[in-house]
């Protein structure tokens, strides 16, 4: 299929299903025991600084791991697989010395994803797979000083960031994204940031692609990490008019589900949701297992809550095989009819009676 018909496929699939994303990839690559060499690979076995732990290096390193972690979620029931790129920003990377690599870094990744996905659409043209770019959030917070002792400092630019995630956003599109998934949104402006930037590129390059905007909670309060409930959040994206609009990693599912119920009340988008595999244990692992985490979601989706599903932290290839079997005997939400209002959104939503 041509962009263009994957794309059509998307949105008409989404109309028809629930639709099932993928699972972890840091539980999937740790579950392969690499060594400081295995990051490095041929092409870096020299780099001085350590690589280990730079999950999204492996796409040029050790792509046939990548692979086949996409090609285990994909057998389990995936329609959507993410990109390994959470971190494959400029900023990112800076951490580990290769901020120059970042526009590679996304170009093969997508690539792979895209490998990936059509070899199964064409197993099972009746279900056609999709790739989504991953636009994680960086290690920056454009919002919040990192020094408690001078809370005016900010230690990223939102010039920083359109830069950063300009060069990303290229990469995932040349790779063969589908549609680009700025994921695990902590701070607004941060997102407001690849927005901004994902349509600039856009606007260079003469066509567009589905964006879903997917946040995370970071307490119980139901805020993000700058203090917007999920409503303020909606209000402050709704302008990029996503494909869909959701939450993910944060607490379980039974945790975030309030945040959810919230987004499917109020937004005229699809609903996605992908938690974590429960709370962290004492060794920040996670031990909900996929006969628990299956019917957690499935309720959402008994109750008309979500259009997409899928999983975060701690989840696996199983995890999303029992909770592709679980949802799909129901039908997607039905988008809810707005009345047109003057909306506008601070930490908290306000909206014109």
Known sequence: MTRDERIAALKSEAEKRILVMDGAFGTMIQGYKLD??????????????????????????????????????????ADIVETNTFNATSISQSDYGLESIAYELNLEAARLARHAADAWTKKTPEKPRFVAGAIGPTNRTASISPDVNDPGFRNVTFEALVEAYGEQTRGLIEGGCD??????????????????????????????????????ITDLSGRNLSGQTPEAFWYSVRHLKPFSIGMNCSFGAEQLRPAVADLAQEADALISAYPNAGLPNELGEYDETPEEFAPKLEEWARNGLVNIVGGCCGTTPEHIRQLAHAVAKHPPRTLPETEYKMRLSGLEPFVHA
Do not use: C
């Open 36 to 77: 400081e060499e295995a990051y490095r690979g041929e092409r870096l076995k020299d780099w001085d600084q350590d690589l280990k732990g730079n999950n999204d290096l492996l796409v040029l390193t050790q792509p046939d791991v990548i692979h086949e972690i996409h090609d285990a979620y994909l057998e389990a029931g």
């Open 179 to 216: 549609a680009l998934l700025i994921e695990t949104v902590f701070d607004t402006l941060n997102a407001k940031a690849a927005g901004f930037s994902v349509q600039q590129v856009f606007e260079d390059i003469g066509f567009e692609l589905p964006i879903m905007i997917s946040g995370t």
